[in-house]
């Protein structure tokens, strides 16, 4: 299984909801990220996450809130977001310190009326 | 701080050889990443160099000099589906940050 799983695929969301966005891997890796991608844009790092532990956050506002249930799973939980928040949104998983992939998944593209 | 520049964008012809440049400046350096990301999906791996020299991969090769701060991806026999953007990635420590990726356009 070398797959990263997110869900929703896509997601709309009013200024005043709380949704969550959800991702998954079952190849062992340790380390997780968050990234979040306008158009015609590289993604830019959000969270990243070291044996489930929180080890970076680029400045991210507090409306974006990471968690890590499991070595497995990765949530991002989402309030009170702006519209200029609306993105595709990318998990990727590594193992810390590997020499090879880091594995994205399909993204969860999120739009904020 | 930290720099990762490439080309905004590119154009070569179907068949044709292309060299996409990434210059970095970073804080850490633990390998250097090569994405390709087609308009509307994730990035997909490309290849990976830690140590200087040419990684080969098929139609794709990667160069890096460490010393210059320098990366290449060559593609060779371009193809159609070719066309997207190419993301150079430098890995410091956890943190693996994108450049500003290349638009490369495959003309017939």
């Known amino acids: 299984d070398t797959e990263v799983t997110q869900t929703p695929k896509h997601l709309v969301m009013g200024m005043t909801n709380k949704k969550s966005l959800k991702c998954e891997q079952h190849?062992?890796?340790?380390?997780m990220y968050w990234y979040k991608q306008k158009a015609k844009k590289p993604p830019e790092l959000m969270f990243v996450?070291?044996?489930?532990?929180?080890?970076i956050n680029e400045s991210v506002p507090s409306r974006f809130s990471p968690e890590c249930p499991n070595s497995s799973l990765l949530n991002l939980h989402l309030h009170a977001l702006q519209p200029e928040d609306s993105a595709l949104y990318l998990c990727?998983?590594?193992?810390?310190?590997?020499?090879?992939?880091?594995?994205f998944g399909e993204g969860s593209r999120l739009t904020v009326l | 701080g930290q720099n990762i520049d490439q080309p905004t964008e590119m154009t070569a012809t179907e068949g044709a050889i292309v060299q996409i440049n990434c210059t970095y400046q970073?804080?850490?350096?633990?390998?250097l990443f090569w994405y390709q990301q087609h308009a509307g999906e994730a990035p997909t791996f490309l290849s990976y160099?830690?140590?200087?020299g040419l990684e080969e991969k098929g139609r794709f090769s990667s160069f890096l000099s460490r010393s210059k701060g320098y990366s290449y991806l060559l593609l060779k026999e371009l193809q159609m589906k070719d066309s997207a953007s190419y993301l150079c990635?430098?890995?410091?420590?956890?943190?693996?940050?994108f450049g500003t990726g290349t638009r490369l356009q495959v003309f017939p």
């Open positions: 990727a998983s590594m193992t810390p310190g590997a020499t090879g992939e880091l594995f």
């Open positions: 996450y070291s044996y489930e532990k929180l080890s």
């Open positions: 190849m062992g890796h340790r380390a």
């Open positions: 970073t804080s850490g350096f633990n390998g």
């Open positions: 160099n830690v140590l200087d």
């Open positions: 990635a430098v890995l410091g420590g956890d943190k693996l940050i």
